[in-house]
């Protein structure tokens, strides 16, 4: 019984090293390939307009609704950055005046953000030693919404 056992372990212990590296050179293409085509998707994806819903509903006992709130927002791209754009807040349209002040306070909070991930970078990158590879990649948007 040991014997039988010990003949099988190695089969246990799964693929050797050889197919371990071929595995990981597969899925190095393969996540190569995806990289390659991420920047035509992305191209793509600034083409459209996007919409979202955002709803929250408190119920009471027998789903009587308490409380809640329905907003429409729609997604568009302004200077390189996906903007955030509110249609309602809970059935009301929203002026053009306060849709205005809320995309570009949306701009500027991402633009804010997009800055200090850049300074990070740029920091973490003087304290290990490393140049930055170059200015405007690091000061250019890396988020998706």
Excluded: C
């Amino acid at each position: 019984m040991i014997a039988v056992l010990l003949l099988l372990l190695p089969l246990a212990a799964g693929p050797g090293p050889q197919a371990q590296a071929s595995r990981l050179t597969d899925l190095d293409a393969l996540m190569a390939k995806a990289l390659e085509h991420r920047a035509d998707a992305w191209k793509t994806m600034e083409q459209y307009i996007l919409n979202e819903r955002e709803q929250f509903e408190l119920r009471g006992p027998l789903g009587v609704p308490l409380f809640g709130e329905r907003r429409v927002f729609t997604w568009f791209v302004r200077d390189g950055y996906f903007v955030r754009s509110p249609l309602e807040f809970n059935g009301v349209k929203i002026g053009d005046e306060k849709r205005r002040e809320y995309e570009d306070e949306w701009l500027k909070r991402e633009q804010g953000r997009e800055r200090r991930k850049a300074e990070k970078r740029a920091k973490d990158a003087a304290a290990s030693g490393e140049p930055p590879a170059d200015v405007d990649a690091l000061l250019k948007q890396t988020s998706e919404p």
